[in-house]
């Protein structure tokens, strides 16, 4: 999925209203809007153009750059969401209908939640949710070596060269970065003394590679020399790396380090300046509705407490009957009989597994969909660089030109974090039918190429929890009862996770209460609870989308299928929630009302 500042720059237009504006008629303002949103952000971002596969022919220079990151290019994206909200209003929304409305609610709710936050606040990233521009998951140092590896193509000899373009680009947009960052601690929004600790951890070692090993340098060596392109690649990229990018990481390394002994250990983003209206709008864009942070908590604690209940009884099935949940799901995480080996070998027969699992689960999907992706998975480990602190598994979609396919990541750093009894239900959520099935079904559906590139974390994170809850509604963990337990286990992690959010932002809890209060919920090692609360400490409210979206999902099902009792159709509703593309959950309920409307008549 594209990262955050692509999609903030995606939802962003500056391109002036043209002369007919005003006689041309709600419908063909809109689509005009799209349009010029759209190609606003290939001119503004060749990161996002190139993620894309559209860096060739008129677009090809792109392939040479990389985003700006300075406090300019960050105040022109906000000038320009002002700007599309500005054109937004100037539509008539009354007459739009289908599809149309559907464009435009979704746009004038992303928007305008956007514009709200960049109005009020003016550190962090535009919008809300992101308030650190240096942490240990933010900063180019974490998303431009992953980048380069893996969106950046080399077939030829020019793309070789603007690979060592990128490379020198990298150095300054650390650099405009570590102004930014300098700037924000010195209005005093510093990260947490964790948080700037792990960043620390995570840039030193980069800095640290003899430049022939870097893994910066090995991309581009070794695949100019597998495509037989000539040239020295590996001397001129390791001159830039030693040169320039080494330099401008220690440079990084000394705004964090200097930052370190004003920073404070309180994990809630509420220390910051304005903290509190902060995560209020950071829960309103992530979640996309009004719940308020004692609704979501409390939201978590009940489903932690159902869900608790069936883990109960399959637990004491297995013999099981020995401490509490969490502490019985422990005791599964530490049992080595559920482990792959901790060695390359055991790695290649795990993701060997999970092919399988992918297969076998494609095979299942005619049984609740319509409709079905034609775009291919591919199941690749987190590379090591970027293991410390990445996620357990996550997912990019393919390219819309259909150059490279969609990849399911999966963490590899320590087998024991990845049970096998663990493994199906991530890639439910990765893979089928979770985000390949949805991003997929909404970059191959009849969309503005500006929706079709979006992603709504409420509507797309829902739908993958959906999918675990839908695998086990179609039999997937029959006759595997720790299968099920993996089940629950995540769903048990997802509850958690708005319980922790909530407590650290808005009730002021400790990380170390956090942690401990998570693996008491879900049965998460304390290795993993730490990496997880970590992340939601410097991405207020994100965590908060997935169950509240999940549970969007399965009411709105529900109220279709008491509206329309034997004619309710699982997989027409499916359709009717996906074809659309993502949507603020708001927005998705209007279109499933519509929908049932429909068909009652």
């Known amino acids: 999925m594209l990262n955050r500042r692509e999609l903030l720059a995606a939802g962003a237009s500056a391109v002036a209203a043209p002369a007919f504006a005003q006689a041309a008629t709600p419908v063909a303002q809109l689509n005009a809007l799209m349009d010029d949103v759209f190609n606003q952000a290939l001119d503004d971002s060749p990161e996002f153009v190139t993620r894309l596969g559209f860096d060739k022919g008129e677009r090809a220079a792109a392939k040479a750059q990389l ?98 373009s990128r490379l020198s680009a990298f150095a300054r947009g650390l650099d405009e970065e570590s102004a930014r960052a300098r700037a924000d601690h010195a209005k005093g929004v510093i990260p947490p003394d964790f948080a700037i600790e792990r960043a620390i951890q995570q840039l030193t070692p980069l800095a640290a590679y003899a430049p022939d090993k870097s893994p910066l340098v090995r991309s581009v060596a070794d695949r100019a020399r597998e495509k037989g392109i000539a040239g020295d690649y590996e001397a001129r990229a390791a001159r830039i790396f030693s040169d320039e990018v080494v330099p401008a ?68 099935g297995q013999g099981m009957t020995q401490g509490t949940v969490g502490e019985r799901i422990q005791a599964l995480y530490r049992d080595p009989k559920h482990h792959y080996p901790n060695t390359d070998e055991g790695k290649e027969q795990l993701i060997a597994d999970l092919n399988g699992m992918v297969k076998q689960l494609t095979a299942r999907l005619p049984e609740a969909f319509r409709t079905l992706p034609k775009a291919p998975l591919d199941i690749q480990r987190v ?15 393919a390219r819309l030109d259909g150059s490279r396919p969609a990849i399911y990541w999966i963490n590899l750093r320590d087998s024991a974090e990845n049970p096998k009894w663990t493994l199906k ?29 979006q992603f709504i974390s409420a ?60 693996s008491a919920i879900d049965g998460s090692p304390t290795a993993t609870a730490t990496t997880e609360i970590e992340r939601y400490c410097v991405w207020p409210g994100q965590a908060c989308s997935y169950m509240v979206g999940k549970l969007t999902w399965l009411r709105l099902r529900e109220k279709a299928r008491a509206a329309l009792g034997e004619r309710f159709d699982i997989k027409a509703f499916h359709d009717w929630g996906l074809l659309p593309g993502v949507m603020p959950l708001a927005v998705l309920e209007s279109v499933i009302d519509r929908q049932i409307a429909a068909a009652r008549a």
């Open 425 to 453: 239900t991530l890639t439910v959520h990765e893979g089928v039918p979770g985000h390949h099935l949805q991003i997929s079904l909404q970059q191959e559906a009849d969309l503005p190429l500006i929706r079709k590139a």
């Open 249 to 316: 990481l220690g440079r990084q390394i000394a705004v964090l380090a200097a930052a370190q002994p004003r920073a404070w250990h309180d994990a809630g983003v509420w220390k910051q300046p304005d903290g509190e209206a902060y995560y209020a709008i950071s829960l309103k864009d992530s979640t996309t509705t009004s719940m308020t942070a004692e609704e979501i908590h409390q939201t978590g604690l009940d489903q932690a407490r159902r869900l608790s209940e069936r883990a109960e009884t399959i637990l004491r």
């Open 383 to 397: 590379p090591k660089y970027l293991e410390a602190g990445a996620p357990g598994g996550y997912y990019n979609q």
């Open 67 to 164: 985003d700006d990151l300075s406090a300019a290019g960050v105040a022109k994206a906000k000038a320009r969401t002002a700007d599309t909200v500005k054109r937004l209003k100037a539509i008539d929304r009354a007459p739009l209908s289908g599809m149309d409305a559907v464009n435009y609610d979704s746009m004038a709710y992303t928007n305008g939640v956007a514009a709200e936050a960049d109005a009020r606040f003016d550190y962090g990233y535009p919008g809300a949710g992101n308030p650190y521009v240096l942490s240990q998951l933010s900063g180019s140092y974490r998303q431009t070596p992953d980048f380069l590896a893996n969106q950046h193509t080399i077939e030829t000899k020019a793309d070789a060269e603007a690979y060592l």
């Open 459 to 518: 509507h797309g994170e829902g739908w993958a929890l959906y999918a675990e809850q839908l695998a086990k509604e179609m039999g997937v963990y029959e006759n595997d009862p720790l299968g099920e337990i993996g089940y629950i286990q995540a769903a048990l992690f997802r509850s958690a996770r708005l319980v922790v959010d909530t407590g650290m932002h808005a009730k002021r809890w400790s990380r170390e209460k956090a942690i401990e209060t998570m």
